[in-house]
């Protein structure tokens, strides 16, 4: 079972690299997107939302799932080779897969010992000057992402949210058919047999691993895919079939009470940030 497929499928993920080099002054970063950082070599200090600076002494991945006010300035003497990328992650259509992962994710490179051929690739590209460079180096950090969400979750870095859910060997079972199926009508008493568990030890062991109940995370769920698929341009009738409404009218008053606008007022919004 492939847990982070429906997650995946369900979002438009995309990075898009924008320095690589040696870090010369004070960099902040706060555009509205997630971050990657890769620490060839050298040593920085970071601080995230003004707080105490950390000392990043050895080459490591600093990730940022979401928008997250935060800077590195490279330690006095030193040379410090960085590659830099936005990453997109579903923050901003509501992904669970995007808002349950931890403000920061630090790994040294010398523990992910199976991504290193990812990042040998990576470095060629951020480093060289070949044709088809930004293109090539975009796809590669998408697919090092990717390898990193499935190295944090195989090492158990990730234990909040949903993630706790997908780590339980019976939640998970009714976690992935409601990522793989958010157009069917499920009720409590089926995602309960689909765990193997009786109704009600299913509804504690749901809120005390995720923080919600079973049927509200379906419901933002479903408004996360039903965001997703608006922004890419599916007309709003389509788009409450896919996730489970009989009418786009049924759709609009879920959305706007979980998201807080209209659908078309929500995609009005995303179109000016």
Not at 160 to 182: C, Q, W, Y
Request: with cysteine; aromatic share 8%.
């Amino acid at each position: 079972m492939d847990q982070l497929a429906p997650l995946l499928s369900q979002i438009s993920l995309s990075a898009e690299s924008f320095f690589s080099g040696e870090l010369c002054q004070l960099v902040t970063f706060d555009k509205g997107a997630g971050h990657i950082h890769i620490l060839r070599s050298g040593q920085v200090s970071m601080t995230v939302r003004n707080g105490r600076p950390q000392l990043i002494d050895k080459p490591s991945v600093l990730f940022f799932p979401r928008s997250c006010l935060h800077e590195l300035v490279p330690i006095e003497n030193g040379t410090s080779e960085l590659l830099c990328a936005y990453v997109d992650l579903g923050a901003k259509v509501g992904s669970p897969l995007a808002l349950s992962l931890p403000e920061v994710i630090i790994l040294p490179i010398d523990d992910m010992n199976p991504l290193g051929s990812t990042l040998d690739l990576l470095f060629k590209e951020a480093f060289g000057d070949t044709i088809g460079r930004q293109a090539a180096l975009d796809r590669l950090i998408e697919y090092f992402l990717i390898q990193v969400l499935r190295h944090v979750i195989e090492i158990g870095e990730l234990q909040n949210g949903i993630f706790a859910a997908l780590a339980d060997s019976r939640l998970k079972h009714a976690v992935t058919a409601m990522h793989e199926r958010p157009s069917h009508p499920w009720t409590l008493d089926e995602l309960a047999d689909v765990s193997g568990m009786s109704r009600a030890r299913f509804a504690v062991n749901f809120r005390e691993a995720v923080g919600i109940t079973p049927l509200d995370y379906l419901t933002d769920w479903r408004m996360s895919v039903a965001q997703n698929l608006l922004k890419l341009g599916r007309p709003i009738k389509s788009v409450a079939a896919a996730v489970g409404y009989q009418s786009q009218a049924a759709l609009a008053r879920v959305f706007t009470k979980r998201v807080g606008y209209a659908p078309s007022e929500w995609l009005k919004q995303l179109e000016s940030s």
